[in-house]
């Protein structure tokens, strides 16, 4: 049996990736049922979502087998850094062994980790949010941080003698430092009533009432910056 753990991070959400025999489908879904049950009892559980199962390509595998994953959210770091180290996991888990072949699971805490993912289009579409709504919550985080560092750098006079593509290194070391490890973990916790996986239906009213979301705060930025002294 194969398998890797994250161990000294702390992160919301952790993705389950496991691989189950053809056949033991029904026994899986079954043991997963427990699995959530186990996990809900936990401080700070959220949800859990089952994305669709994929088979495994001929090419990759000798025998067929199918690929599962579940998404497990937790409200902090915290509250899921304890349910992975928690005995109630470690005994469902061995459970499960019986039943799929190998498991691995990797932790998610920035929003961003999906942009470096090796997985094919398919499961990451499965993953994530759809396309769209992944760019507008980017965008949303990524301009306030652009105009305020250029705004404050230019008041400030930061690396005004510098040449270009120098000063374009450091502000895109900072703006991605500040997007990834403060902003992005935010609009992901504010918006995930709208960030959800793109296999799981979602209503048009909350899809629009997202998009609103987003394009009134952008706007209200702009607005705000129009006004920033020169």
């Given at each position: 049996m194969s398998s890797?753990?994250?161990?000294?991070?702390?992160?919301?959400?952790?993705?389950?990736e496991l691989i189950v025999p053809q056949g033991r489908g029904f026994i899986f879904r079954k043991w997963y049922a427990q699995f959530v049950n186990v996990a809900r009892r936990q401080p700070g559980f959220v949800r859990a979502d089952?994305?669709?199962?994929?088979?495994?390509?001929?090419?990759?595998c000798l025998d067929g087998v199918m690929k599962w994953y579940a998404i497990i959210h937790f409200d902090s770091p915290e509250t899921l850094n304890h349910w992975q180290h928690s005995l109630d996991r470690s005994k469902i888990l061995a459970e499960g062994r019986t039943i799929f072949n190998s498991y691995r699971y990797k932790s998610f805490t920035t929003g961003l980790e999906g942009w470096f993912s090796q997985r094919s289009k398919l499961e990451k579409s499965r993953l994530g949010p759809p396309v769209w709504k992944q760019i507008l919550s980017v965008v949303m985080g990524l301009y306030p941080i652009i105009m305020l560092q250029s705004w404050i750098f230019a008041r400030l006079g930061i690396m005004q003698s510098w040449s270009l593509p120098a000063a374009m290194v450091i502000n895109n070391l900072v703006t991605s430092s500040i997007l990834s490890l403060a902003v992005m973990p935010q609009i992901t916790r504010l918006m995930h009533f709208?960030?959800?996986?793109?296999?799981?239906?979602?209503?048009?009213?909350?899809?629009?009432?997202g998009a609103l979301i987003v394009i009134s705060t952008l706007s209200t930025m702009v607005l705000i910056f129009e006004h920033l002294p020169r």
């Open positions: 890797f753990e994250s161990n000294q991070l702390f992160y919301t959400s952790l993705v389950l089952l994305c669709p199962p994929l088979r495994c390509p001929p090419l990759h709208w960030l959800r996986p793109a296999d799981r239906i979602q209503s048009l009213k909350t899809d629009v009432i």
